[in-house]
Structures are given as structure tokens and as C-alpha cells.
């Protein structure tokens, strides 16, 4: 009888064990809301004004843990041809040979590799920009700006902004200086709900 009650309860008590120790908390996908995202620019021009643009089209993939951050990924991916400036023969200039050369090189591609917390709502999303036929590693300062209850879906919602500044010599990215700056900054936000 001894041995029946061990055979039985030796299983059960192993299983009430793996019950009870925490499980690994894994991202999970969120989709990104078009209406309520932006990727913006700025470049500073002939050192005195912050030039403005943006980029019409992007894609993001966001995998998401709200337990723990640092378990989730990013990936963006930018069409260059839907840059747009206020000035419609910048836009030529700038999608042109000199710059982004988009005939050669259509896409940027930003792709995470870490995401680390910083405080309670802040942190850095570090990962590989492709640009102009090269990959270079760059660090965006990242803002969790809350979380919302969708009014259609009753989904939560969550906000991020990421802020970079990059030196755009490194991108090979060299032409009108020193009358158009060399860093530039990248500005992304976005809502987001999980899938």
C-alpha cells in the first residue's frame, strides 16, 4: 500500500511543483495603429534651423511583454520613396543620387537586438539601422507613454516614442555639408494594441 500511495503521489507532487514556479513570460504580437503612428526627421540647416520631414509609409512589427520589456522586439521597415519635405524639389534632391540613392537602395530597416529599462517608463531599444547599403549599430531612447483602453475594441492600447540621433556620415551619407548638419534626429511614435 506504502508503495502505490509513493508511486502516486510522487508524479502529483511533481506536477503541483511545476505548477507553482514562474513561468517564463514570452512577447506576444501588437499591431501598430497607422493613424496614431508617425516617423519624422530633423537636420539642422546651415546651423541656425531644424529642417523638417517625414516618411509617409513605414511598417513595424512590435512584439510586446508587458511583464518584462526586455523581452520584446522591434523591426521597422521604411520605404524611402514616401519621404516627403515641405519643399517638393528637396524631396527630388534628397531621394536623388547624392543622398538616399533610393534606384539602388529603396528601403531603411531598423532591427532590434536588445531592450533594456532605464526607469519606470523609459528605456533603450538598441538594434541595427540598414541604410544606403550599410548596417550600423544605433541606440533609441524609448518613452512608454501609458496604456489606454480602446473605445471600439475595449483592447488596451499602449503609446511609445523613440528618439535617435544619428551621424549620418557613417551611412556614407555625406553631401552639402557642413550647410546641411550631419546628425540627424529620428523620431518614431506610435499606438499599439495587442493582435
Known amino acids: 500500500m506504502l508503495v502505490i500511495a509513493r508511486w502516486f503521489l510522487m508524479p ?3 506536477l503541483c511543483i511545476a505548477f507553482t514556479l514562474p513561468v517564463s513570460a514570452i ?3 501588437y499591431k501598430v495603429d ?3 503612428a508617425f516617423i519624422h526627421f530633423e537636420v539642422t540647416h546651415l546651423g541656425i534651423f531644424p ?3 517625414r516618411f509617409k509609409k513605414f511598417q513595424i512589427n ?3 511583454d508587458p511583464s518584462n520589456v526586455e523581452n520584446s522586439n522591434v523591426k521597422v521597415i521604411v520605404p524611402l520613396q514616401s519621404l516627403e519635405t515641405d519643399d517638393g524639389l528637396m524631396n527630388e534632391t534628397l531621394l536623388g543620387d547624392q543622398f538616399f540613392d533610393v534606384r539602388n537602395f529603396p528601403r531603411m530597416m531598423f532591427e532590434s537586438t536588445s531592450v533594456r529599462r532605464t526607469g519606470d517608463d523609459t528605456g533603450i531599444i ?3 539601422l540598414t541604410l544606403h547599403g550599410y548596417t550600423k549599430t544605433v541606440a533609441f531612447d524609448a518613452k512608454f507613454n501609458g496604456t489606454a483602453k480602446s473605445p471600439f475594441s475595449g483592447k488596451p492600447i499602449i ?3 523613440a528618439v535617435a540621433e544619428l551621424d549620418r556620415s557613417k ?3 555625406t553631401a552639402w555639408r557642413p550647410f546641411v548638419g550631419n546628425t540627424v534626429k529620428i523620431r518614431i511614435a506610435f499606438e499599439a494594441s495587442p493582435e
Open 51 to 53: 529642417y523638417p520631414g
Open 12 to 14: 502529483l507532487l511533481a
Open 126 to 128: 538598441e538594434g541595427e
Open 159 to 161: 503609446g511609445i516614442t
Open 34 to 36: 497607422k493613424s496614431h
Open 62 to 64: 512590435l512584439d510586446y
Open 27 to 29: 512577447a506576444v504580437p
Open 171 to 173: 551611412w556614407s551619407l
